[in-house]
């Protein structure tokens, strides 16, 4: 069955220092993965995806993802954080031709002054 | 900004009413999709539409109907409402299966 794992719940950076966040997920086929952010009390908004091609993809707000194949990885990365970064982190991957989306339980980014 | 509009915004309801939740969009896009979002267990699935009158059951959707009338409508309907719904609902759309799906702002119901 396929699934997508975010090993962190909360994380905690300084502002300016590096961020890196997880996501591991399991399916039989090529996936289609995608990262979306929530601030609190909005609804989610698309940072990037991967459907094929350059395994390093750029997203919006200067974050990045690479997609590892064999590593069965696709983490989000952004080389310094601001403290409008404060939110919820999603990783999905897509699950069929529907379009069906499954979900990381999310991780709850917190930057320090 | 997609237009995806969600209403009600908030509602708060007793055990055993019914309860429906709409989904609005002006993208025409042919995919929607309700989620229900708990903590601890991200975003999941309660039910899919691929066009007008063509749905599907998504992880979670027992206690749960939809329908599908029109292109811009999906309604999402609590037969008879129970605690375990309490939740944050979010409607999505997509132009075709396995694109980017774009979401509403939720709506925050409670089942007392």
């Known amino acids: 069955a396929q699934s997508v794992t975010q090993p962190d719940i909360h994380i905690t950076v300084s502002e300016g220092a590096s961020l890196e966040l997880r996501c591991n997920y399991s399916y039989g086929a090529t996936p289609y993965l995608f990262w979306y952010v929530q601030s609190p009390g909005q609804g989610l908004q698309l940072l990037l995806k991967?459907?094929?091609?350059?395994?390093l993809v750029q997203g919006i707000k200067g974050f990045e993802a690479e997609f590892k194949r064999s590593q069965s990885s696709f983490n989000l990365r952004k080389p310094s954080v601001h403290w409008s970064d404060a939110a919820e982190y999603f990783c999905a991957v897509g699950a069929s031709n529907t379009g069906k989306l499954i979900f990381g339980q999310g991780t709850t980014l917190q930057v320090k002054p | 900004d997609a237009g995806i509009t969600q209403s009600p915004r908030h509602k708060v309801t007793e055990t055993g009413t019914p309860v429906t939740l709409r989904c609005h969009q002006t993208?025409?896009?042919?995919?929607m999709y309700w989620y229900r979002q708990d903590p601890g267990h991200g975003l999941r699935l309660i039910h899919y539409s691929y066009g007008v009158k063509d749905t599907d059951k998504g992880e979670v959707s027992d206690g749960y109907s939809v329908s599908r009338s029109k292109t811009e409508d999906f309604l999402l309907t609590l037969e008879s409402a129970t605690s375990s719904q309490t939740s944050v609902y979010f409607c999505?759309?997509?132009?075709?299966?396995?694109?980017?799906?774009?979401f509403g702002p939720g709506t925050r119901l409670l089942v007392l």
């Open positions: 993208e025409n896009h042919r995919y």
């Open positions: 991967y459907f094929s091609g350059d395994t």
């Open positions: 999505a759309i997509s132009e075709r299966g396995q694109e980017t799906q774009y």
